[in-house]
């Protein structure tokens, strides 16, 4: 049953996945939050987690950097393991003046620079969005909480470093909240598959405001509420 890039066997992975782009925090997620907790997958140090949060299993996957990467192991998800839902939980650069760091994002769609959806050969552009029923908890669970969370569009860019230093701007006059590198592509596989995704983010640096960034280990471990309201929607 092992895939070019997932070792685990049929019945490793739970119904439910969640995936941060760095697998030290899918490492992380699994060993603060979940009991009885396995790992399925090393390859590529892609590391990836099963266990029982609150009695219900529930499995945690890094997906790597860009639509690529994610595009490949949240396809192996769905169509060689079985997996229904996958909900992104990651990093992202706010595009907004009132979205400020450590703000949680739920991402309503996700515009893009990329032509990933250009495979399904479709005339005309294909608006990636997230699946309802996730998004409807998640809001839901957000507003219980008290976390201060936005819901709307975001950019996943295929690029990080970009050479046009009017896009930003630009993106965010068309209401666009933040920047990652991920969300189309789920949203589009999980599309064409007839699954469900959703995207939740953590703003940990801003375009648009002077205020000081995350370092890697905070993005690693502290961005507590995001993955909570995954976990508990999982």
């Not at 990080?160 to 189309?184: C, I, N, P, Q």
């Not at 953590?202 to 309201?229: C, G």
């Amino acid at each position: 049953m092992a895939t070019p890039h997932n070792e685990a066997k049929k019945g490793d992975i739970a119904k439910t996945v969640l995936m941060p782009g760095d697998p030290l925090r899918a490492k992380y997620l699994a060993e603060t939050y979940l009991e009885d907790v396995v790992q399925f997958n090393a390859v590529r140090n892609m590391f990836g987690y099963t266990g029982t949060y609150k009695g219900k299993k529930i499995s945690i996957m890094g997906s790597g950097m860009g639509m690529p990467s994610i595009g490949i192991y949240s396809y192996e998800l769905f169509t060689q393991y079985d997996v229904e839902n996958i909900i992104r939980i990651g990093s992202a650069g706010s595009m907004q003046k009132n979205v400020h760091i450590r703000d949680v994002i739920i991402a309503q769609g996700s515009c893009t620079d990329s032509n990933f959806a250009h495979q399904y050969e479709l005339p005309g552009t294909f608006s990636a969005i997230s699946s309802y029923s996730l998004l409807e908890k998640a809001v839901t669970l957000a507003k219980e909480k008290k976390i201060n969370y936005h819901v709307g569009n975001v950019l996943a860019s295929d690029i990080f470093y970009h050479a046009d230093t009017t896009s930003v701007e630009k993106w965010s006059r068309m209401g666009v909240l933040a920047v990652e590198m991920e969300s189309y592509a789920l949203f589009a596989t999980a599309a064409y598959l007839g699954k469900n995704a959703l995207t939740l983010l953590t703003i940990s640096d801003s375009l648009v405001n002077d205020e000081p960034e995350t370092t890697a280990q905070e993005r690693e471990k502290t961005f507590t509420a995001m993955m909570e309201v995954a976990l508990e929607i999982a």
